[in-house]
T-cell receptor
């Protein structure tokens, strides 16, 4: 099956610094990728839709200047958490969509555990 | 919030027993999917059921869908310790362009040997 690779799997950073998370579709082209955030023992909350070649679409309440998304190619989307603070500590997961077999399939990355100290 | 609800929030059973998880959602959907997540890991797709389907099977998994009640259930038969994980339903709808998934709150399943 299709594989989506997310990197890094874990990152610890200091308050005030920025962190970049990469999401790659390894064997298919993804015009659309999604970024989710998950707090401990909670569900996935969609943060934004990453569109190749155009601006990302952010969900209500998500600060676009805080969470910068770049989808520069059909296989790569990046999420940059700028000026990170401890409250940004969370599990971030990306997904990429592929059209096929009469439906759209979503494939998820392994997730990135961000800890801001 | 468009997020779906799942119950129970947590379920603890013995190996060999069946586990049933329920999901309710709020909008009209194109399909409903169930995912599994091991602690601190990504999501694994389990099964997809379309809005015009009522029941679907995959191995030890059985999913039902009742669009009139906007609800779905996931049944895992003859559970194993390795089934211990969190299970999430997710819906796709025309309103969100089919690709965007709205996740339920999840059920944490613990299967004891």
């Amino acid at each position: 099956g299709a594989v989506v690779s997310q990197h890094p799997s874990r990152v610890i950073c200091k308050s005030g610094t920025s962190v970049k998370i990469e999401c790659r579709s390894l064997d298919f082209q993804a015009t659309t990728m999604f970024w989710y955030r998950q707090f401990p023992k909670q569900s996935l909350m969609l943060m934004a839709t990453s569109n190749e070649g155009s601006k990302a679409t952010y969900e209500q309440g998500v600060e676009k200047d805080k969470f910068l998304i770049n989808h520069a190619s059909l296989t790569l989307s990046t999420l940059t958490v700028t000026s990170a603070h401890p409250e940004d500590s969370s599990f971030y997961i990306c997904s990429a969509s592929r059209q096929g077999r009469g439906r759209t399939e979503a494939f998820f990355g392994q997730g990135t555990r961000l800890t801001v100290v | 919030s468009q997020q779906g609800e799942e119950d129970p929030q947590a379920l603890s059973i013995q190996e060999g027993e069946n586990a049933t998880m329920n999901c309710s959602y709020k909008t009209s959907i194109n399909n409903l999917q169930w995912y599994r997540q091991n602690s601190g890991r990504g999501l694994v797709h389990l099964i997809l059921i379309r809005s015009n389907e009522r029941e679907k099977h995959s191995g030890r998994l059985r999913v039902t869908l009742d669009t009139s009640k906007k609800s779905s259930s996931l049944l895992i038969t003859a559970s194993r310790a390795a089934d211990t994980a969190s299970y999430f339903c997710a819906t796709a709808s025309m309103n969100t362009g089919f690709q965007k998934l709205v996740f339920g709150t999840g059920t944490r399943l613990l299967v004891s040997p």
